[in-house]
């Protein structure tokens, strides 16, 4: 429950579409590909046990909360236990990471550890990112360019670069790369979209200063919106810009799903709409991974 499968795409997603990516370069790696998944989900976990554990000590979890159930808020997991798992977790991806940054080099280790000092940073630490409105740039950096760059990066970097290289190879990243990156930073992103919408209210009286609460419902849907359209935008490009065949635009197939979850998004406020919608926004996430990941192999 603390380590929230539903949230588990999110990770998942990115190495998908990166591996893509570095399929239809002739730079595809499995070892790499499959330490890079690994390393995700540990993070993603990590930072939702982080996120459990924090958002209960500050306070930000409350009896009034209409998401699903935190352990440490409610009881379930003592505090303890569940920051010693946190910080497990991240030992574990530090430990995996280090074959990742025997492959890729320096710019790896950067990446690593930025994402594990960052996934405690989100909600915990001196100033942390969620409580000041930075957790959708959060979310949209490391779930999004940095996990489909980095996981293009170091098949390509085995490939192309020798162990334990300091700087950037030439063609580990590409234009390709970053652009497959966006529509995956954008569906992850309105993922906390949802969760901050859905929270607003209880996010207000406990000092949580989510891009909700801030700007109010109105701006947050027109977020949740221009995700979306980011996302369908990107494979229109590599399709008419990019050299791409048509197989690219098959991500247009989950529109219909995204327009279901999205009517939902602008018109409700209460955990018994948006609970399902989060959900559903996670497995749009995956579904729309899965068809451009395909698309952009056969394209």
């Known amino acids: 429950m603390a380590s929230r499968p539903q949230t588990l795409p999110a990770a998942a997603a990115p ?11 002739d730079k595809f790696a499995a ?6 998944l690994v390393g995700a989900l540990l993070i993603q976990i ?21 998401g699903f159930t935190r352990v440490t808020a409610g009881g379930l997991i003592p505090p303890s236990a569940v920051k010693r798992a946190m910080y497990l977790t991240f030992a574990a991806a530090i430990l ?9 080099g320096v710019p790896i280790l950067v990446i690593g550890l930025l994402s594990v000092a960052s996934g405690i940073a989100y909600t915990g630490g001196p100033y942390p990112l969620g409580y000041h409105g930075l957790g959708d740039l959060f979310v ?28 950037i190879p030439e063609g580990t990243i590409t234009l ?13 992103t309105n993922i906390l979209v949802v969760n901050n919408i859905r929270d607003k209210e209880e996010d207000a009286t406990t000092g949580k200063r989510t891009l909700a609460v801030r700007f109010g419902y109105g701006v947050a849907r027109g977020e949740y919106l221009a995700m979306l359209a980011l996302a369908y935008a990107v494979p229109f490009y590599l399709w008419t810009r990019a050299g791409f065949e048509w197989f690219v635009l098959l991500p247009l197939l989950s529109m219909p799903v995204a327009a279901r979850i999205a ?5 409700e406020t209460k955990g018994a709409k948006l609970n399902p919608a989060l959900e559903d926004t996670g497995k749009l996430l995956a579904l ?8 952009v192999v056969l394209a």
């Open 15 to 25: 190495v998908l579409v990166g591996t893509a990516v570095a399929v239809s370069a």
């Open 31 to 36: 070892l790499p590909a499959f330490a890079a």
């Open 46 to 66: 990590g930072t939702n046990f982080a996120n459990d554990y924090y958002d209960a000590v500050q306070g930000a979890d409350t009896e009034a909360r209409e």
């Open 288 to 295: 729309y991974a899965v068809l451009f990941s395909v698309g």
């Open 140 to 167: 949209f950096v490391f779930f999004g360019l940095v996990a489909v760059v980095g996981t293009f990066y170091v098949q390509a970097a085995h490939i192309v670069a020798e162990p334990f290289t300091v700087g």
């Open 263 to 267: 009517q939902t998004v602008v018109t």
């Open 96 to 104: 995996l990471g280090t074959y990742l940054v025997y492959v890729g």
């Open 176 to 188: 390709v790369a970053v652009l497959a990156s966006l529509p995956i930073a954008a569906l992850s």
